[in-house]
């Protein structure tokens, strides 16, 4: 059985390093429409079409699929529906398992799992692993500290933690030095407090070789610098470590795509490119999206008139195939050969990606602006601009919220919570004023918090996603 699956492993890479670009695509568009049809299956879904009084019937092109088959959000599909009916043929009886969104809008969306779509996820997962890590060759062991609920699909060694920074760094000490690497799944923020906490006791993350996986949350190219710097990593040599990405929604799958050695060193290279981030993006974003891969036969791709995601699945086996989902992501699609071009163009081959798969390009969650005397800042903007200085990002938990002081766009503010350890001083007030407003264009009121002062509107135990964005009148939503 091992022998099986890793041979399904190398054939799949390998299918992906040869094949071209446009036949890859292709096969994603020739099961597009057969997966709407099946979605329609769905009483949930069959009901919201009707009342756009679209027959779904006469969908049978992706021009007409992407011209007349609407949008719909997770308010529309997740509100006014049993769950029953969220599946294809109206019941739950297939269900093997299920996971959850977090809930912090107070609304919770679910992903079911038969279990041979199970399986396949669970082999699409540690394909993955094996491209990126080397699985097959060096012995693992994984780490989840994902939020409750939020399982990594692999047959690797793993253990869940959930966001306990104490089982976690206890996992680390026991396992990581028995394996040839160990890797940690774990929203960005909590991973930086695993990281410092484990310094702090005077764990050697270099010698456990323990490699990252951030999942849930854009974070900054100077983020990962900040942690590669505290763990050993090199992020220009794979060999000392590993620091990437995956984005996936709890609707459709924790692996929608992902970061590759190659996206990582082009993101890198485009960090403080403008010329190059506007080549590549079509526009001049304030801080550089996350660049990934993503495999085209498995979730079709669209961005709509705002430039958020719109995403079909089109996985045979997956009891919810919702179609053309906005989960509010900002982002833009570059084909395999158009990112080839630009790349040579710039006399930047060597970035050109392995995988012969397009790229998606993810700058953030739409919405999370303020605008502030005719200009647009972005929490993107303030959380490069932490940890370009590592020494200001040290005395914070990551957590900060964007703010307009009043309702006429004049004054803005970041409010900033500091570690428990740290206390506030004028030295540590005027060193993150420095770093939150080092890419932002317009000045803004730095209010700095203790640790047990922060105005959050939540605990913050991690367990629920963090929105950066204070809401009240006057913010751009």
Request: hydrophobic share 40%; proline share 4%.
């Amino acid at each position: 059985k091992d022998f099986l699956q890793s041979r399904v492993r190398k054939n799949a890479i390998r299918f992906l390093r040869e094949t071209s670009p446009d036949k890859i695509t292709r096969l994603g568009e020739k099961a597009l429409i057969p997966a709407f049809q099946r979605a329609t299956q769905m009483p949930a879904y069959a009901a919201l079409l009707k009342a756009r009084n679209l027959n779904y019937r006469k969908i049978k092109s992706l021009k007409a699929f992407s011209e007349q088959v609407p949008v719909f959000e997770k308010k529309d599909i997740f509100t006014n529906f049993k769950l029953p009916t969220l599946c294809v043929g109206g019941n739950l009886t297939a269900v093997k398992n299920a996971s959850g969104t977090c809930g912090r809008s107070g609304l919770y969306s679910f992903r079911l799992n038969t279990d041979y779509n199970q399986e396949l996820v669970t082999r699409s997962f540690d394909i993955m692993l094996e491209y990126l890590f080397r699985t097959e060759q060096k012995k693992t062991f994984v780490i989840n500290c994902m939020p409750m609920g939020i399982m990594i699909p692999t047959t690797l060694p793993f253990m869940e933690t959930s966001v306990r920074v104490d089982t976690a760094l206890a996992t680390i000490r026991n396992f990581s030095y028995n394996f040839d690497q160990t890797i940690i799944f774990g929203e960005p923020y909590f991973l930086k407090e695993l990281i410092e906490e484990g310094i702090a006791q005077k764990i050697d993350f270099k010698a456990a070789r323990v490699n990252v996986m951030f999942t849930e949350d854009w974070f900054s190219e100077s983020f990962r610098e900040y942690m590669a710097d505290l763990m050993g990593i090199d992020c220009s040599d794979n060999d000392t470590g590993l620091i990437c990405a995956t984005m996936g929604i709890a609707e459709l799958g924790l692996n929608l795509f992902h970061e590759t050695p190659e996206t990582i060193r082009l993101r890198r290279k485009a960090q403080y490119d403008p010329q190059l981030i506007q080549k590549l993006f079509g526009e001049d974003f304030k801080a550089c999206p996350i660049i990934y891969q993503y495999d085209p036969r498995k979730i079709y791709l669209e961005t709509n008139e705002e430039k958020e995601l719109v995403f079909s699945a089109l996985d045979r086996h997956f009891l919810c195939p919702l179609m053309r989902y906005n989960n509010k992501d900002k982002a833009c699609l570059i084909s395999y050969p158009r990112l080839t071009e630009i790349l040579k163009n710039e006399s930047l081959t060597e970035l050109v990606p392995e995988l012969k798969l397009p790229a998606v390009a993810v700058a953030g969650h739409s919405g999370r602006t303020i605008k502030v005397k005719g200009h647009f800042i972005t929490p993107e903007q303030i959380n490069q601009g932490l940890y370009d200085y590592p020494e200001a990002a040290g005395y914070t938990t990551g957590y900060f919220m964007l703010s307009n002081i009043d309702d006429r766009f004049k004054e803005g503010r970041i409010e900033v919570q500091l570690k428990k350890t740290v206390r506030k001083d004028s030295r540590v007030k005027r060193l993150l004023a420095k770093a939150l407003l080092e890419h932002c264009n317009v000045d803004l009121k730095v209010v700095v918090y203790d640790y047990f002062d922060f105005p959050a509107d939540f605990e913050l135990n991690y367990e629920k996603k963090f929105t950066f964005l204070k809401p009240q009148a006057g913010a751009d939503r």
